[in-house]
């Protein structure tokens, strides 16, 4: 258990929808996997023998209050042209080996609030259906809202539906419009903690509703997609101080790479809001893409640091300060 990554097993998939494919990741001798903190995620790393892709996928959990499953349930959305996505999509059936971490509970829900709201958008239900589960076996207080663009293409809805019954709200946008995010937190008791996931500017909405209310900021908690990889990126080169050059490919990322040439880095979250990886920059040449959300605007601007478990280069080449 000392090393970070162990070997996995796919045991099942299953198509949630269209796009969506739910797996059941199992360790590779057999033995039982614990349960996972509701909000934890895994690093999967896949793509062959050099493991070439790393993505992060929360674990999903039981279905049910009463099941307990020695394994590790995750569901992939397939994105337009996305490496990572695609190849899962494309290669994981049952027996395929991959290589994935302990649960990583950077995304926690707190025991003992007043309320709480969970709002999940798409795929973001993924983090918030443990989430769920896990108010729903402490009887804690909690109200829902699940939206996505039909039903027929939401992951979980039914499962949710079972889980919290009439608190769980599922808002189809196809038929309903765009939810109405401030209608949902003026309803909300004082106190109420709010918990998020989905696409970006949904969250930064509903943050932006809460705090014109006069929510605490403390009092939304959320969690983004990663946006370490995107369909157009290509390869660049990282330039150290020592003149050696470390390629970065189209679907990994400046981390992973400085990592595979056994340079000294540090990593923490490895999704850009921890701040850890974070590292100067000699030279930006053409620019950086900051894709994390620890920088301010103006650190982003100068070019002067950069977060490398998902920054890229807009160029072909970017300088570090790095040995």
């Known amino acids: 258990m000392h090393d970070r990554y162990l070997d996995a097993v796919v045991l099942e998939r299953r198509n949630l929808s269209d796009r969506i494919a739910e797996f059941t990741l199992g360790a590779a001798d057999g033995q039982p996997l614990p349960l996972a903190e509701a909000g934890s995620h895994l690093e999967l790393r896949f793509g062959g023998d050099t493991g070439r892709f790393l993505r992060h996928y929360s ?21 337009d042209r996305s490496r990572g996505s695609a190849y899962i999509h494309d290669h994981f059936r049952k027996g395929t080996p991959l290589r994935v971490s302990h649960p990583i509970g950077a995304f926690r829900l707190s025991r003992n609030l007043p309320h709480v709201l969970l709002v999940a ?11 769920l589960r896990s108010l729903v076996i402490r009887r804690q207080s ?38 109405d995010l401030d209608g949902l937190l003026a309803a909300q008791p004082a106190g109420t903690v709010a918990y998020v996931c989905g696409p970006g500017p949904m969250i930064d909405a509903l943050r932006g509703l809460a705090r014109a209310r006069g929510w605490d900021d403390r009092h939304v908690r959320f969690e983004v997609f990663n946006a370490a990889h995107l369909p157009d990126d290509v390869d660049f080169d990282i330039r150290l101080r020592s003149g050696h050059v470390v390629r970065v490919g189209a679907g990994t990322t400046m981390l992973d790479a400085l990592e595979g040439a056994r340079v000294d880095t540090l990593s923490d979250c490895r999704r850009g809001e921890c701040g850890l990886c974070v590292t100067d920059v000699l030279d930006a040449h053409e ?13 982003k601007a ?19 300060d790095l040995e």
């Open 59 to 79: 674990v999903v959990g039981p279905l049910t209050t009463t099941a307990r499953e020695p394994f590790w349930r995750i569901a992939v959305q397939r994105e």
């Open 121 to 131: 958008g798409g795929i973001g239900i993924t983090p918030i259906l443990p989430m």
């Open 142 to 179: 909690f109200s829902m809202l699940y939206a996505g663009a039909e039903r027929s293409q939401m992951a979980y809805a039914t499962e949710a539906r079972g889980l919290g019954g009439d608190r769980v709200r599922i808002h189809e946008a196809v038929h309903s419009g765009m939810p």
């Open 287 to 299: 620019g950086i893409d900051h894709r994390d959300s620890y920088l301010t605007a103006d650190e």
């Open 302 to 320: 100068s070019c002067t640091q950069v977060a490398l478990c998902c920054s890229r280069a807009r160029g072909a080449v970017l300088d570090l």
